[in-house]
């Protein structure tokens, strides 16, 4: 029987496939081998002889390689051809002597296998890593994915990650499991928690995955029907069905409702290929005011996907991305490639803004080790990682000043989380230092670098006349804007209603952020994700804001919006949305503009 499950549209697109439920609840036969395995392994472990952890780690090796066969296989299968490469590649490494024999010969030395085979990885991936050739380079983080596997298996935790073509639901998903699943097998998220500012959700909007969010209920109706069906103890397979623009969930749906949700698809594809018939006419408003249209990414491998869409450089590069599917972070001559590979594909005509890593909040990295805090969202997040270390950051920074002179363009760099004038000093400085580290040692370096930061913290909107003295430009991040301005955890989906950023609060702090931008001459983007929502554009560019920054399948549509309303329009529209009360009343104030769009 269907179950209908009320929810709120956090990325568009429809998608219907089997339920990949996060985490996964383990069978009772499951649940009691867990337990024996563990209870093995503590007796064992301290017990092992030398020639016994050898045989551990090879035969983890193994297992790796077997598994990594079979996943390249069913993904060869489902018609992915070049994806399937990548794990048949993989398999190979994980018996190599580069990386098996490697850490055969650190446990010898006396070394926790775990360790050695990381070490190991880590070693032959920078071997890798510092050949001048982007695809060889490129592998290195594929054979430090096969260390972690390895690792995994050895401490007897395997990541359960979907098996086939999947749609997650979870409560949360976090942003580093959203990124760990294999490219093609996740078709769309469903969260009972959530909200369209969470980061898993970021991560799929960016992959143009749909995905719905806040979905009471979901969670309980997903395991009464897998109980319902499983015969054997092991749960059933569950059909779901997303709708990610409507905000719609059906698990086991009918025959009539998946054609329901296929002519859905239909409709969608219909109006996107529409949309992106204005993609050779640049981001204007009717009249010709033109508005800088760029994209939001989170890995090089997204800029292809913004370039298709017209993107007039990078907004927001977010590189705690690619802190993520790892287990060590990624070295200065790593993330020197990687920065790279973008400032050439965008040129030096099509700026790109390299975003500091905003490691903390929903975005924790496991193996950084950072302690343990009661309100992340409040705590030692982004830029105020250098209040403990200057390392993470200054090892970014001199690895974008090399990119920077490598590539022949100038880096735009920002800083996350500046709440003071401090902040902004110790940007620079971190800045300063690390370009004459850079030059110091005679490595390639930028001429310079164009600095700006994000506008997320009240405390930096109210200082915006002060601080946009001391830098290049602003960008508003209205996800955390809106959180720390309203107290609502992004992520908590009981606040809904308190996560709209297009409440009249949030605009007017907009508005007094450009009005202190202009005081000084500096640009103001904004990169949150009010940026891609066609109704916040139009408000936005109302405000004044110079350049919109968003994922590459939002841009279409908002060039598109802008594209119907004069520049006299969007004064107006600003006027009445900052004498609003509440975010309600400025969407349906908004509403009757954007139906232009489908008259
Ligand atoms: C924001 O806060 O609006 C933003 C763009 O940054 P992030 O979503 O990565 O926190
Ligand atoms: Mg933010």
């Known amino acids: 029987m269907t179950t209908r499950i009320d929810a709120s549209a956090a990325a568009p697109g429809i998608a219907i496939?089997?339920?990949?439920?996060?985490?996964?609840?383990?069978?009772p036969h499951e649940t009691a081998e867990r337990g024996r395995k563990s209870a093995t392994r503590k007796a064992v472990q301290a017990e092992l002889t030398e020639a016994e952890t050898v045989a551990a780690v090879t035969d983890a090796a193994h297992r790796a390689a077997d598994q990594l066969t079979a996943l390249g296989d069913r993904v060869h299968e489902a018609g992915r051809a070049d994806d399937a490469g990548i794990f048949h590649a993989?398999?190979?490494?994980?018996?190599?002597?580069?990386?098996?024999?490697?850490?055969?010969?650190?446990?010898?030395?006396?070394?926790?296998?775990?360790?050695?085979?990381?070490?190991?990885?880590?070693?032959?991936?920078?071997?890798?890593?510092?050949?001048?050739?982007?695809?060889?380079?490129?592998?290195?983080?594929?054979?430090?994915?096969v260390g972690a596997r390895i690792g995994r298996i050895l401490r007897g935790e395997e990541l359960d990650l979907?098996?086939?073509?999947?749609?997650?639901?979870?409560?949360?998903?976090?942003?580093s499991v959203t990124a760990e699943i294999p490219a093609g097998f996740l078709l769309g998220v469903a969260l009972a928690g959530g909200s369209r500012t969470a980061h898993a959700v970021i991560l799929a909007r960016g992959l143009g995955i749909p995905a719905v969010v806040g979905a009471?209920?979901?969670?309980?109706?997903?395991?009464?029907?897998?109980?319902?069906?499983g015969a054997d103890g092991s749960p059933a397979p569950i059909t779901i069905a997303v709708d990610g623009l409507r905000g719609e969930v059906l698990l086991e749906p009918s025959d009539r409702d998946i054609g329901t949700f296929r002519s859905r698809a239909d409709a969608l594809a219909e109006r996107t290929r529409k949309a992106a018939a204005l993609r050779d006419r640049?981001?204007?408003t009717a009249d010709g005011e033109r508005v800088v249209l760029v994209a939001n990414i989170g890995s090089p491998d997204d800029a292809p996907r913004a370039l298709e869409a017209r993107a007039e450089g990078v907004g927001l590069f977010r590189t705690e991305f690619l802190y993520m599917k790892r287990q060590t972070p990624p070295t200065e001559h790593e993330q020197m490639l990687a920065y790279r590979r973008v400032l050439t594909a965008f040129g030096p005509d099509r700026p790109v803004v390299i975003r500091l890593a905003d490691i903390g909040g929903d975005k924790g990295i496991p193996y950084l080790d950072l302690p343990a805090e009661a309100n992340p969202f409040l705590g030692v997040r982004a830029i105020r990682l250098a209040y403990r270390s200057h390392d993470l950051l200054r090892t970014q920074l001199r690895a974008i000043w090399q990119a920077g002179a490598l590539a022949k363009v100038t880096p735009h760099v920002m800083a996350p989380m500046v709440a003071t004038?401090?902040?902004?000093?110790?940007?620079?400085?971190?800045?300063?230092?690390a370009r004459d580290d850079v030059r110091s040692q005679k490595l390639p370096c930028a001429?310079?670098?164009?600095?700006?930061?994000?506008?997320?913290?009240?405390?930096?909107?109210?200082?915006?006349?002060?601080?946009?003295?001391?830098?290049?430009?602003?960008?508003?991040?209205?996800?955390?804007?809106?959180?720390?301005?309203?107290?609502?955890?992004?992520?908590?989906?009981?606040?809904?209603?308190?996560?709209?950023?297009?409440?009249?609060?949030?605009?007017?702090?907009?508005?007094?952020?450009?009005?202190?931008?202009?005081?000084?001459?500096?640009?103001?983007?904004?990169?949150?994700?009010?940026?891609?929502?066609?109704?916040?554009?139009?408000?936005?560019?109302?405000?004044?804001?110079?350049?919109?920054?968003?994922?590459?399948?939002?841009?279409?549509?908002?060039?598109?919006?802008?594209?119907?309303?004069?520049?006299?329009?969007?004064?107006?529209?600003?006027?009445?949305?900052?004498?609003?009360?509440?975010?309600?009343?400025?969407?349906?104030?908004?509403?009757?503009?954007?139906?232009?769009?489908?008259?």
């Open 421 to 433: 004038v401090s902040d902004v000093k110790l940007l620079q400085q971190l800045r300063d230092e």
């Open 447 to 599: 001429e310079k670098m164009v600095t700006g930061i994000m506008v997320e913290i009240p405390s930096a909107a109210i200082l915006a006349t002060e601080l946009a003295r001391m830098i290049d430009f602003f960008s508003i991040g209205t996800n955390d804007l809106t959180q720390y301005l309203m107290a609502a955890d992004r992520g908590n989906a009981a606040l809904s209603s308190l996560q709209d950023a297009l409440h009249p609060s949030v605009l007017r702090t907009i508005a007094s952020v450009v009005h202190g931008a202009d005081s000084a001459g500096i640009p103001v983007a904004v990169c949150g994700e009010l940026a891609g929502d066609p109704a916040g554009a139009l408000v936005l560019v109302g405000l004044g804001v110079d350049e919109l920054s968003a994922d590459a399948g939002s841009l279409d549509g908002i060039r598109a919006a802008l594209a119907v309303v004069t520049r006299a329009e969007l004064d107006d529209i600003s006027t009445r949305a900052l004498a609003s009360v509440d975010a309600e009343s400025v969407r349906l104030m908004i509403a009757p503009y954007l139906a232009r769009l489908t008259d």
């Open 162 to 175: 979907p098996e086939h073509p999947s749609i997650a639901v979870a409560d949360d998903l976090p942003p």
């Open 282 to 284: 640049p981001g204007a």
């Open 216 to 229: 009471a209920g979901l969670l309980e109706a997903v395991d009464t029907a897998a109980d319902a069906a």
């Open 90 to 145: 993989q398999a190979m490494m994980a018996t190599d002597t580069a990386l098996l024999d490697e850490a055969i010969r650190r446990v010898r030395e006396g070394m926790d296998p775990v360790e050695a085979v990381a070490e190991s990885a880590t070693a032959a991936a920078e071997m890798l890593a510092a050949v001048d050739d982007e695809l060889i380079a490129a592998r290195a983080a594929d054979i430090r994915d």
């Open 17 to 27: 496939g089997p339920v990949w439920r996060y985490p996964r609840r383990p069978t």
